[in-house]
């Protein structure tokens, strides 16, 4: 809805949805090696979401490339499938 107010604006809207992003807190707190091995396992990258991952999509989405981007949800999170 904001995305159609805003448009004739020129005010772009989109929301960034982020995985389990490896960052020092969700290590210290709730990320034991079994948990790692679960959350590598449920998505297809197996790879680890990091913070500069999410920044990159948000940078992308601010730059004038994404300037026909609007009203989407855009995921950072390697393909989670939740197996």
Not at 51 to 79: E, I, M, N, Q, T
Request: proline share 5%.
């Amino acid at each position: 809805g904001l995305a159609r107010d805003l448009g004739v604006h020129g005010i772009r809207v989109n929301c960034i949805i982020p995985g389990a992003v490896r960052t020092p807190r969700q290590m210290r707190l709730w990320h034991s090696p079994e948990e790692e091995a679960k959350i590598l396992a449920s998505q297809c990258l197996h790879t680890r979401v990091d913070p500069h991952d999410v920044a990159a999509l948000a940078l992308f989405l601010a730059s004038d490339s994404a300037s026909k981007c609007s009203g989407r949800d855009y995921f950072v999170d390697a393909g989670w499938y939740g197996a």
